[in-house]
């Protein structure tokens, strides 16, 4: 920990990043074709944003791309946005936003996960430290919320509000460790905050800005918010039943730290008392081989696919909220999205 990561950090040319060649690619690899262009401007931003730290922190910002995915969260808000009928200048900085924010999150998450992959590459905090990683993740979130505020007042409101949400919902995670009694509500409250508030702030700030009745922005934000509990239990089924190879991260690590997620709170629910006590008694205690029994019992309960089946009701949930749009491409592709959601390997 703390140490430099030379190994893994990429390279800098004159105190610029490397052109990174899949950049496009991932902007079109969920059928974002659409809104490639206004996906790239948003990244443009992002970039212009963080710029002025590139001379003291430039390794740190330029790893930062291996945090930036599939960009799923600004095409969200841009696919919004062209499916209520326009794409608007305020979409690409508050797109640029609800990547930051995502960002920030995913650095915080690695430091309280104690992970040491994220997207085939070193988490900062395997390679900087708990310290640098989360002053970073700070650094993220303040640039956010000022670039939320340039937009105007109400884009800040509702940015802050999402981000409240977040945090809430990831401080109840934490505080839930090891709290082998949770129940299905309470992961599903856990969720709610810490991943579905900022997909359906992405779908509230797209349909909004491109002047949307109240009505339709309802709507789309009700679909962001069904996206992510589908993502987020789907995410979790990965983490018990993944691979490392396929997920590009650190798997297992709910596990490890006792954090029960729907598979297996459904298990606990369904095994016998006493089988059930002495698997939560497993769970305390750790081990090599937690991974292998938990797999089994989740098995017999057949828990994976009943998490399975409520990921799918997510999804299915939130193709409905799109009945408001017109038929056009945009809508064809986040119904897509949402269908991905469930069926993805990582």
Known sequence: MGTAMATVSPAVSGGMPVSDPTRGARATSLGFAPVAADIAEAERIFDRTLAPHRGPFGPLIEHLRHY??????????????????????????????????????LVHDDVLDESDLRRHAATFNAGWGNKVSILLGDMLFTHAFHLASTVDGRAAQITGEATNRVCAGELRQVTERGNLELTEADYFAVIDGKTAALTECCGRLGALYAGAPEEVVAKLASYGRSLGLAFQIADDVLDLVGTEDAAGKTLGTDLEQQKLTLPVIHCLQRLPAAESAKLRDAIRAGGDGLGLRVLHALERTQSVAYAKRHAEEFARSAKEQLACLPRTECRTILEGVADWSVRREK
Do not use: F, N, Q, S
């Not at 969260?73 to 794409?87: N, S």
């Open 68 to 105: 930036r995915g599939k960009r799923l969260r600004p095409a969200l808000l841009l696919l919004t946005a062209k499916a209520c009928g326009k794409v608007a200048p305020a979409h690409h900085p508050l797109a640029a936003v609800m990547e930051m924010i995502h960002t920030a999150t």
